[in-house]
Structure formats: structure tokens, C-alpha cells
């Protein structure tokens, strides 16, 4: 079993930056893809970005390519989401996942999932 625990939401102006934290515990986290999904209020659960275990790959949903950038600490167990160049349209929960094997935007092949951090984002 893995817990996920996010962290470092909050509230920023447009323009602006926040680095997401995801805290793995539990079982090894060897060999799972860690995940990124956002939620806005009224939307289904989208892909924002994933990072294979070996950091080997990333992979980001086209609205965020350039600026946020997916990382992981497998030594730490931890999972990082830098957000640069907020803009009104990210706000949303965010959560991280993760997934054994092969990396996907598909939220049901992700088994495990935090409880979600809050980023909202003034005009």
C-alpha cells in the first residue's frame, strides 16, 4: 500500500510561481509512475504531468508544457510539481498519483492518490 500526501498550495497572483509536494509512504515506491491531476470546480479530474521511476521520462498536458516542470527525490520518496506563470485557468485541486509500470493520463490506471491541495490563482 502507498500514501500520498500533497502539499504547498495555496493562493497567488497570476504571473506567479508554487512548487507542489508529494509525500510517499508505505511500500517501496520503486517501480510507480508518479502522477499529477488537477480538478477544477465543475470538471472531471484531468493529466497535468507524470514522471517515470527512473525520471528516464516526463510526459505534461499541453497547457502546461513550459511551464511547470514534473521532478521526483526516489531517495526521499518524494514528488515535486514547479509551477511557473500561473494563470486564472489552473485554478484547481491538485493531486498526485501514482501507478505501477508504464506511465498514463488515464485517472483510473492510477491506483494510489493523495487527498489533494488547493491552488487557486488571482486574476
Known amino acids: 500500500q502507498v500514501q500520498l500526501a500533497e502539499s504547498g498550495g495555496g493562493l497567488v497572483q497570476a504571473g506567479g510561481s508554487l512548487r507542489l509536494s508529494c509525500a510517499a509512504s508505505?511500500?517501496?515506491?520503486?517501480?510507480?509512475?508518479m502522477g499529477w491531476f488537477r480538478q477544477a470546480p465543475g470538471k472531471e479530474r484531468e493529466f497535468v504531468a507524470a514522471i517515470t521511476w527512473n525520471m528516464g521520462s516526463t510526459y505534461y498536458v499541453d497547457s502546461v508544457k513550459g511551464r511547470f516542470t514534473i521532478s521526483r527525490d526516489n531517495t526521499k520518496n518524494a514528488g515535486y510539481l514547479q509551477m511557473n506563470s500561473l494563470k486564472s485557468e489552473d485554478t484547481a485541486v491538485y493531486y498526485c498519483?501514482?501507478?505501477?509500470?508504464?506511465?498514463?493520463?488515464?485517472?483510473?490506471?492510477?491506483?494510489?492518490w493523495g487527498q489533494g491541495t488547493q491552488v487557486t490563482v488571482s486574476p
Open positions: 498519483a501514482a501507478k505501477y509500470g508504464g506511465w498514463s493520463s488515464l485517472t483510473y490506471l492510477y491506483s494510489y
Open positions: 508505505g511500500r517501496t515506491f520503486s517501480g510507480y509512475v
